[in-house]
C-alpha cells in the first residue's frame, strides 16, 4: 500500500511541475519591452531667463504584452516627468515628457529619469544634459555670410573635401559654440573651442570624405551655441565624380548609345515636396550625340547635356515638383529622349518615371499614429506558376484570364484609404472591391493576367500606395511563366 502512494505522489509532483514549467514559459513569452531610440536628449545651452526646457521621449513597447508604468522619477526637483496613466499596448508608442528648469541651476548639467514598470525589476532610465548659460548683459549673435557651401565637382581620388565657414560675432556678447553635430560619419566637423568676441571671428570646419561615395550629396551640420536661438544649420553639397573602375560598375544599362546607372525613376514623397534623383551617363559610341525630350509633364524638370562627346560623361538628373499636385496615389510618366548622333542616326528611348505621392506623416502626433490605419497584406507575392494559352478558333490565343486573390484588412483605428492600385505594366489587371476600410475590415485584391499576353516569363509588382504612416507604399510581387 505504501509503495502504491509513492508512486502517486510521485506522478501528482510530475504533473504539479510540468503545469509550473508550462505557465513559466506562457509568463516569460507574454511580456512588454521598453525601447526608447534616442535615451539621451542634449538640449545645448539654454538660458535661466528663457525658463522651463521641455523634451518629449517616445516610448515604444517592443513585447507582446501591455506595459504598464508604474511612475516615473527624476534624480532632482528641478526635473519634473509625466508619463501615460494608461498601459501601452504592444506594438504601440507613449510619451513621457521631462521639464527641466534651469533657475539656480547655472553651468553644465545632466539628470537622470527613472521609469519604473512592469517590463523589468531594474528601472529604465533616460538622461537630459545641456549647459545653462547665465547670460551677462547682452546678447551673442552668430553670423555667416553663406551658410551653404556647394563643393561642385569633386574628384573621387581627391579623397577629403574641406571648407571653413567664417562666423562672426555681430552681438554685444561673448558667442560661444557649445559642439557641432554631423548629420552623419561621412561629414567631419571642427569648430573654435574659445569664446568668439563681439565682432571677432571663429571658424566650424566641415571635412566630407569622399572616397567610395561617388554621386551627389547633400549634408548638414548643427551647430550648437549661446546664442538665443541656441542652434544653427550650415550645409555642403556637391557631386563626387567616380573613379573610373567605380564608373564601369555603375553603369550598368543603356539607352541607345549611352551607358547609364538606370534607365527607370521611382520617387515618394508628398504634395508640396520637391525632390531629385540623378545618375551618370556615358557616350560609349564614336560619334558625338545631340540630347533632347519631348513630352515632358509640367511636374518634371530634366537636367541633361545637350551635346555629348564621344566617351564624355556628364550628369543626367529628374527633379519632381509636388507643388501644383493636389491628389494621392501612383503617377507614371513616359518621358521620350531623342538621341541624335553626328552622322545623323535618330533613336528615341522611353525613360518611364514613376512617382508616389503620399500623405504628409510629418504633420502627424505620435498619438495620431498610434491610433491610425494600419494595411494587413494576407500575403505579398503572387505566383501564378506556368500558364498554358488554350487555343482558340484557329489556333489564335484565347483571351481568357487567369485571376488571384489577396485580402486586405484595416488593423488600425482609423479608417484605411487605398490611393491608389495599380501596375506599370498593362498586362496585369487590377480590381479591388472598395478603396475605404474601416478599422478590422476586409477588402478584396483580384490580380489578372492573361496566358497570351505572356511570351516567356512574367514578373512585376502591383503597387498600392495608402494612408499607413508605417508603409504608405506596398509592393506586391507577381510571377508567371509561359507553358506550351
Known amino acids: 500500500m505504501t509503495k502504491k502512494v509513492k508512486t502517486i505522489h510521485g506522478f501528482t509532483v510530475f504533473l504539479l511541475n510540468c503545469f509550473l514549467l508550462s505557465g513559466f514559459q506562457g509568463w516569460a513569452q507574454n511580456k512588454p519591452v521598453i525601447t526608447v531610440d534616442q535615451p539621451v536628449h542634449d538640449f545645448g545651452s539654454i538660458q535661466e531667463k528663457d525658463g522651463e526646457a521641455t523634451h518629449t521621449f517616445v516610448v515604444k513597447n517592443t513585447g507582446n504584452a501591455p506595459l504598464i508604468i508604474s511612475q516615473v522619477v527624476a534624480s532632482c526637483g528641478c526635473t519634473t516627468p509625466q508619463w501615460p496613466d494608461k498601459p501601452i499596448e504592444a506594438g504601440r508608442t507613449g510619451d513621457i515628457r521631462v521639464s527641466f528648469n534651469p533657475a539656480g541651476q547655472p553651468g553644465a548639467f545632466e539628470k537622470t529619469i527613472h521609469i519604473y514598470s512592469d517590463a523589468s525589476s531594474e528601472p529604465y532610465m533616460l538622461t537630459i544634459k545641456g549647459n545653462v548659460d547665465l547670460q551677462p548683459e547682452g546678447e551673442p549673435v552668430f553670423t555667416v555670410d553663406e551658410p551653404v557651401f556647394d563643393f561642385g565637382l569633386i574628384d573621387e581620388e581627391d579623397i577629403d573635401a574641406i571648407h571653413v565657414f567664417r562666423v ?200 495620431e499614429k498610434q491610433d491610425g490605419a494600419e494595411m494587413q497584406l494576407s500575403e505579398a507575392m503572387l505566383d501564378f506558376g506556368i500558364l498554358k494559352v488554350n487555343r482558340g478558333f484557329l489556333g489564335l490565343g484565347s483571351s481568357k484570364k487567369a485571376s488571384r486573390q489577396i485580402t486586405i484588412t484595416n488593423t488600425g483605428k482609423s479608417p484605411l484609404e487605398l490611393h491608389s492600385v495599380s501596375c506599370d505594366d498593362p498586362r496585369l489587371l487590377i480590381d479591388v472591391d472598395k478603396k475605404t476600410l474601416q478599422p478590422a475590415e476586409s477588402a478584396t485584391l483580384t490580380v489578372s493576367l492573361t496566358p497570351a499576353d505572356i511570351h516567356q516569363s512574367f514578373a512585376k509588382d502591383a503597387i498600392i500606395i495608402c494612408n499607413d504612416h508605417r508603409e504608405p507604399v506596398r509592393n506586391i510581387s507577381v510571377h508567371a511563366e509561359r507553358g506550351k
Open 168 to 367: 562672426k560675432n555681430t552681438g554685444t556678447a561673448p558667442l560661444i559654440i557649445s559642439h557641432v553635430q554631423s548629420s552623419c560619419g561621412c561629414t567631419e566637423p571642427e569648430w573654435t573651442k574659445d569664446p568668439i568676441a563681439p565682432g571677432k571671428m571663429g571658424d566650424v570646419v566641415i571635412t566630407y570624405v569622399a572616397k567610395n561615395r561617388p554621386g551627389p550629396f547633400t549634408k548638414n551640420v548643427t551647430v550648437y551655441t549661446n546664442e538665443k536661438k541656441f542652434r544653427q544649420r550650415l550645409t555642403i553639397k556637391g557631386d563626387v565624380i567616380p573613379v573610373e573602375r567605380n564608373l564601369a560598375r555603375a553603369l550598368s544599362d543603356t539607352v541607345g548609345i549611352l551607358q547609364i546607372e538606370h534607365k527607370s525613376f521611382t520617387f515618394t514623397l508628398h504634395s508640396g515636396q520637391n525632390q531629385t534623383q540623378s545618375v551618370w551617363i556615358k557616350n560609349f559610341s564614336g560619334e558625338d550625340a545631340t540630347l533632347s525630350f519631348a513630352n515632358t509633364p509640367s511636374c518634371l524638370t530634366v537636367e541633361a547635356p545637350g551635346q555629348l562627346k564621344s566617351g564624355a560623361v556628364e550628369r543626367f538628373k529628374i527633379t519632381v515638383s509636388g507643388n501644383d499636385v493636389h491628389t494621392k496615389g501612383r503617377i507614371l510618366h513616359r518621358l521620350e529622349w531623342k538621341i541624335i548622333t553626328a552622322s545623323g542616326k535618330t533613336r528615341v528611348e522611353t525613360i518611364p518615371v514613376a512617382t508616389n505621392f503620399v500623405d504628409d506623416f510629418s504633420k502627424m502626433t505620435s498619438a
